[in-house]
């Protein structure tokens, strides 16, 4: 996990420090915001208020993408718990995956397999919706539904479980925006063939590392290279923690330039320059499953660190905005249609 460029100096601060060793799906090295006022790790955030569905942005304002709708999938995870890989919360959400994608007419692909991991052997599922296209060339969009089981508690650098962790946000937030996306993408055909992806297992089991975490992207990238199909992926384009009320998103420093560029574009074209900023910084993040194997890859990912419930139980639904969630889905709609045009 960790990392840590930060290639802007003025907010060079302390996050570049902490983050190593932190427990967690991943973390980062950022030059955020007003870095200095913001609450450290895991330390807990008074609570704003309930958000609710009326924030969002009307779908004809965002390419159709319905925030509201979004909004209703996170909830409707957050339901069922706590929903670490393995569990039986996330059977019932591998259930609700299927069963909305089918409903609108996506054509599905399941990989059951199990994973090692440092509490025995686990069962996972990746599921992805297929688009067909008729042009050589796949665009894959991807999120992870799992949620974090523990996290490594920065004070006293002891990892600790979460039994209570429900991940809106980290887990959530991006499943409710590709399951939005699959409503809109699987009625309509492109040039290129899109994927919708649903990755099982990125958090850690027990603690961030190569071999513990990254599970389901991990196992899908080896299948596809294998069979041949690696290649054939022109762009993937990953969201993580993309529906905070206060969400920021930085450039990933360890994305491809071309696909980062081609998302801060789409943003900046699209009038939300103050939720995409300028600043970099860098994340380990299902994406790097792809780019280890030389697939062009971009993680949009929120600005965790600053965010004051990354990781933590305070991770519920009441952090969570429709419009930002609008807003996301907006820009990876519009990204898409950049890239079916190239
Ligand atoms: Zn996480």
């Not at 913001?38 to 390419?63: C, H, I, N, Y």
């Not at 910084?281 to 792809?290: G, K, P, V």
């Amino acid at each position: 996990m960790i990392s840590l460029s930060r290639i802007i100096p003025r907010l060079a601060v302390v996050l570049c420090i902490l983050p190593v060793g932190l427990a967690g799906c991943k973390a980062s090295g950022k030059e955020a915001a007003p870095a200095a006022s913001q609450p450290p790790f895991m330390s807990a955030v008074a609570s704003a208020p309930p958000q609710t569905p009326d924030d969002a942005l009307p779908p004809e304002k965002t390419g159709g993408f319905d925030g509201r709708r979004a909004f209703a999938h996170v909830a409707k995870q957050v339901s069922f718990g706590p929903r670490p890989s393995g569990s039986p919360a996330i059977a019932k959400l591998q259930e609700y995956i299927q069963s909305e994608l089918s409903s609108y007419g996506c054509k599905l692909e399941a990989d059951d397999f199990h994973a090692d991991t440092p509490i025995g052997r686990l069962p996972m599922k990746n599921i992805v919706a297929k688009i067909p296209g008729e042009k050589p060339g796949v665009i894959v969009l991807a999120t992870h539904y799992d949620t974090a089981r523990s996290a490594r508690d920065p004070r006293t650098g002891e990892v600790h479980p979460m039994p209570t962790f429900v991940g809106a946000d980290d887990g959530g937030s991006s499943t409710g925006v590709m399951l939005e996306l699959a409503r809109l993408l699987c009625a309509k055909r492109g040039p290129y063939t899109v994927w919708i992806t649903f990755f099982d297992g990125e958090e850690a089991v027990h603690d961030w590392s190569d071999v513990d975490s990254r599970y389901g992207s991990r196992q899908m990238a080896a299948r596809l290279s294998t069979s041949g199909d690696l290649k054939k992926i022109k762009a993937f384009l990953l969201a993580d923690i993309v529906g905070g009320r206060k969400a920021q998103f930085l450039r990933e420093s360890s994305s491809t330039p071309a696909l980062v560029d081609l998302i801060w574009d789409t943003s900046a074209k699209l009038g939300y320059s103050a939720i995409f900023l300028n600043d970099s910084s860098s994340a380990e993040d299902d994406h790097d499953s792809f780019l280890k194997r030389g697939v062009p890859s971009v993680d949009v990912i929120g600005d965790f660190l600053n965010n004051g419930y990354w990781h933590t139980p305070q991770d519920a639904l009441d952090k969570i905005s429709p419009k930002v969630l609008a807003i996301t889905g907006h820009v990876f709609l519009e990204s898409v249609k950049q890239l079916q045009a190239k």
